[in-house]
C-alpha cells in the first residue's frame, strides 16, 4: 500500500530551471494538494484539484503552474525557479469521510 | 481570509510534565479543524478531526478540544516520544485547508 508517492525526493537547481514535482495515490481519493513548508512558516497551499479536471489556486500559486492529469497523479511545475521556491514541497490527497490528509515524503528543493 | 494560529512556537517538556497547545482560528465556515504530528524530515502525520464546538478526541496521551474560536491538544504526561511539531488546520466550506506554523515540543527525560 504505497499511498501517496512523490518523486523526486531531492533536486537542485539553477536560477531559471524548469522542472515537474510527480505526485501519484493509490486510494482512490478526488482531492489533492501541493504545499510547500518553509521554516516558521508552516504549510502553505500552492494549489489543490477538488476533483479529476479541476485544479485552484492556494494561497501562494505565482510561479507554479499545476496538472492534474487523471485521478490518482497530480503534479506541480516550476516553469524558471527561482531562489525563493527553495523549500520543501509536500503533495496530499484527502479521504473525504474522515478528513484525514495523507501526505506524501515531501520533495526537498534547492534553487541555486 | 482563513487564518490559523498556533502558540506556542515552541515548547519544552520534562517527562510527565502536562501541558496544553492553542490553536485559534478565523474562517467563513469551518468544515473541520485537523491536528497533525511531523517528525523531521518527513511528511504529518494525522492525529485528529473535530467538527463542531463541544466535541473532544482522545488518543493516547492526547486529547483535542474545540471551541467556536479555538482548539486545544493537550498532552498528557508526556514521553520523550511525543516530541514533534504539532500542526493545526482548519477547512472552511469548501476543499481548502489552511495550516498553523506549528508548536515544536520537546520532551526531556
Known amino acids: 500500500n504505497a499511498g501517496v508517492t512523490q518523486t523526486p525526493k531531492f533536486q537542485v537547481l539553477k536560477t531559471g530551471q524548469s522542472m515537474t514535482l510527480q505526485c501519484a495515490q493509490d486510494m482512490n481519493h478526488n482531492s489533492m494538494y501541493w504545499y510547500r513548508q518553509d521554516p516558521g512558516m508552516g504549510l502553505r497551499l500552492i494549489y489543490y484539484?477538488?476533483?479529476?479536471?479541476?485544479?485552484d489556486k492556494g494561497e501562494v500559486p505565482n510561479g507554479y503552474n499545476v496538472s492534474r492529469l487523471n485521478k490518482r497523479e497530480f503534479s506541480l511545475r516550476l516553469e524558471s525557479a527561482a531562489p525563493s521556491q527553495t523549500s520543501v514541497y509536500f503533495c496530499?490527497?484527502?479521504?473525504?469521510?474522515?478528513?484525514?490528509?495523507?501526505f506524501g515524503e515531501g520533495s526537498r528543493l534547492t534553487v541555486l | 481570509e482563513d487564518q490559523v494560529t498556533q502558540s506556542p512556537e515552541a515548547l519544552r517538556l520534562q517527562e510527565g510534565e502536562s501541558s496544553s497547545l492553542n490553536c485559534s482560528y478565523t474562517v467563513s465556515g469551518l468544515r473541520g479543524l485537523f491536528w497533525y504530528r511531523q517528525d523531521p524530515g518527513k511528511g504529518p502525520e494525522f492525529l485528529f478531526t473535530l467538527y463542531s464546538a463541544g466535541e473532544e478526541k482522545e488518543k493516547e496521551r492526547l486529547k483535542a478540544t474545540l471551541t467556536k474560536k479555538e482548539s486545544f491538544l493537550h498532552i498528557t504526561a508526556p514521553k520523550p516520544e511525543d516530541s514533534a511539531t504539532y500542526l493545526c488546520a482548519v477547512q472552511p466550506n469548501d476543499y481548502k485547508l489552511s495550516f498553523g506554523a506549528g508548536t515544536t515540543v520537546t520532551v526531556r527525560a
Open positions: 496530499a490527497s484527502i479521504e473525504k469521510n474522515t478528513g484525514e490528509l495523507f
Open positions: 484539484s477538488a476533483s479529476e479536471g479541476t485544479t
